[in-house]
T-cell receptor, first 115, second 108 residues
């Protein structure tokens, strides 16, 4: 149990286009989901906390108009990278916090390449 | 079978003890092996990062990777109450897989 999926696993897009990444909890409900961006040497930066039915909370320095987060149901959160640029190329990882016990489960990540 | 197996604990040790945390994995393609520390409701903090097999030491922390056995370990020497957290192993090739995390409590 406690599986989190991300779709797509890999995406290439042209500069200026928008890309949507989905994070799903497959067998549990997640009131809260987190979005991370991976930096060199595998460090993870928390970008935002996504709460079902309310606005996401963004970390300092993360542009909320550029990284749109929607958490419309207890099993799905989406991250949309708007007007993507090459510097947005990275590995984006989500995690889902199981409702009730706060256990956090990580997705496999989405690799975004902006050309 | 999950690609990465990690005993979720909880693990409770007295201050000063040596802590051993372990993960096993099934995908031989993994090349990068990481240990993250996560405090309650915070993002994971990268502790150790290893490429391929071998040992890596950083202060009180030692990471070991044995690719032939598909087994990685994190040792914490002279454990402190501030080490109390959840420790996640992770490994990657083209994508990333996390262990379930081991919840550690170090008692004063």
């Amino acid at each position: 149990g406690a599986v989190v999926s991300q779709h797509p696993s890999w995406v290439i897009c042209k500069s200026g286009t928008s890309v949507k990444i989905e994070c799903r909890s497959l067998d549990f409900q997640a009131t809260t989901m987190f979005w991370y961006r991976q930096f060199p040497k595998q460090s993870l930066m928390l970008m935002a906390t996504s709460n079902e039915g309310s606005k996401a909370t963004y970390e300092q320095g993360v542009e909320k108009d550029k990284f749109l987060i929607n958490h419309a149901s207890l099993t799905l959160s989406t991250l949309t990278v708007t007007s993507a640029h090459p510097e947005d190329s990275s590995f984006y990882i989500c995690s889902a916090e199981r409702t009730g016990d706060y256990e956090q489960y990580f997705g496999p990540g989405t690799r975004l390449t902006v050309t | 079978q999950k690609e990465v197996e990690q005993d979720p604990g909880p693990l409770s040790v007295p201050e000063g003890a040596i802590v051993s945390l372990n993960c096993t994995y099934s995908n031989s393609a993994f090349q990068y092996f990481m240990w993250y520390r996560q405090y309650s409701r915070k993002g994971p903090e990268l502790l150790m990062y290893t490429y391929s097999s071998g040992n890596k030491e950083d202060g009180r922390f030692t990471a070991q990777v044995d690719k032939s056995s598909k087994y990685i370990s994190l040792f914490i020497r002279d454990s402190q109450p501030s080490d109390s957290a959840t420790y996640l192993c992770a490994m990657s090739s083209n994508d990333m897989r996390f262990g379930a995390g081991t919840r550690l409590t170090v008692k004063p």
